[in-house]
Nanobody, 119 residues
Framework: QVQFVESGGGLVQPGGSLKLSCAAT????????MGWYRQAPGKQRELVAA???????NYADSVKGRFTISRDNAKNTVYLQMNSLKPEDTAVYYC?????????????WGQGTQVTVSS
C-alpha cells in the first residue's frame, strides 16, 4: 500500500517562498515518475509539476519559472520549491506517482499540505 506524506505548507505573503516535501512509502521509488498536484476550493485537482524517473521536469504554465520540482531518491522524497507566490497559488498541495500520460497513478492520496498566499 503506497502512502504519501506531504509537509511544508503554511501562510505566506505574496511574493514569498515555500518548499514542500512529499515522502512516499513505495518500493523502488527511483523508477517512478512523480507529480505535485493542487486543489483550490471549488476547483478540480490539477497537476502543477512533474519529474520523471530520469529527472526530466514539466510545469503547468501558471507556475513555470516560479516553481521547481526535484527529488531525492535516497530519501524517497519529492520536493516543490515555490517562489514568487501569488494569491492564486492558494490550495492544498498533494503528490502522487504519475503515469506516462502524467495523470495520477494511485486513487489514494495523502492528507496534503495547505498553502495560503495572503497579505
Amino acid at each position: 500500500q503506497v502512502q504519501f506524506v506531504e509537509s511544508g505548507g503554511g501562510l505566506v505573503q505574496p511574493g514569498g517562498s515555500l518548499k514542500l516535501s512529499c515522502a512516499a512509502t513505495v518500493r523502488a521509488f527511483s523508477i517512478y515518475n512523480m507529480g505535485w498536484y493542487r486543489q483550490a476550493p471549488g476547483k478540480q485537482r490539477e497537476l502543477v509539476a512533474a519529474i520523471s524517473s530520469g529527472g526530466r521536469t514539466n510545469y503547468a504554465d501558471s507556475v513555470k519559472g516560479r516553481f521547481t520540482i526535484s527529488r531525492d531518491n535516497a530519501k524517497n522524497t519529492v520536493y516543490l520549491q515555490m517562489n514568487s507566490l501569488k494569491p492564486e497559488d492558494t490550495a492544498v498541495y498533494y503528490c502522487n506517482v504519475n503515469t506516462i500520460q502524467m495523470t495520477p497513478l494511485f486513487d489514494s492520496w495523502g492528507q496534503g499540505t495547505q498553502v495560503t498566499v495572503s497579505s
